[in-house]
């Protein structure tokens, strides 16, 4: 573990030991937690980037052609 010297707005302090209170947790807990679900949806974003450079469109369709042609549901529809 390493310790982070964090210089924070009043204003987001008060809400982060408001919300971490009613959470239940430690402030330091809560903002680990935050970090760590930033780091992995830019994580995930970085994945998803590399894989689509990847993909074929060809193999796409094909598996596009293989879904079975139905009606729209209510609300669906294009």
Request: net charge positive; aromatic share 2%; proline share 4%.
């Amino acid at each position: 573990m390493s310790a982070l010297n964090l210089r924070l707005p009043h204003s987001i302090h008060r809400h982060l030991k408001e919300i971490a209170k009613r959470d239940g947790v430690s402030i330091n807990l809560f903002i680990s937690t935050a970090v760590s679900e930033k780091i992995s949806a830019l994580m995930t974003e970085e994945c998803i980037a590399a894989r689509a450079k990847s993909a074929r469109k060809g193999a796409f369709k094909k598996v596009l052609d293989r879904v079975p042609r139905r009606k729209a549901l209510p609300g669906d529809e294009r």
